[in-house]
C-alpha cells in the first residue's frame, strides 16, 4: 500500500487523484461525526426537556393542592366570621354596659 502512494507521489496527474479522495474521505468523516454528534446533542437535550416537563408537571400538581386546601381554609374563615357576626347581631345584651355570659362566650369564640 505505501509502495503504491509512494508510486503515485512520483506521478503528478495521480497525485491530484489522490489527494481529491484524500480530501472526500476526511470530509466525509467529518460530516458523519457532525451528523452523529447533532444526534447525539439533540437526544440529549430531549431527555432533559422531558425530565423539566415532568418536574413541571410535579410542581404545578402540588401548587393546585395548595390552591385547593387554601380555598377550603377561605371558606372555613367565612362561615366562621358570619356566624360569628349573626350571633353579634343576635345577643339581647350587646347594648348592656356590662357584658353577660352569652356575651363573653361569643367573645371568646374569635
Known sequence: ???????????PAMLGWALAGVMALVGGAYALGR???GDAA???QAAEQARLQSQ???AAEIAS???ATRLVAVAKI???TRELED?????RNAG????????????NRR
Open 35 to 37: 451528523q452523529q454528534g
Open 56 to 58: 413541571m408537571i410535579r
Open 96 to 107: 348592656r354596659i356590662a357584658l353577660g355570659a352569652d356575651s363573653v362566650r361569643r367573645l
Open 78 to 80: 367565612e362561615q366562621l
Open 65 to 67: 393542592r395548595n390552591e
Open 42 to 44: 439533540n437526544s440529549k
Open 87 to 91: 350571633a353579634a347581631h343576635t345577643d
Open 1 to 11: 500500500m505505501i509502495r503504491f502512494l509512494v508510486g503515485l507521489i512520483g506521478r
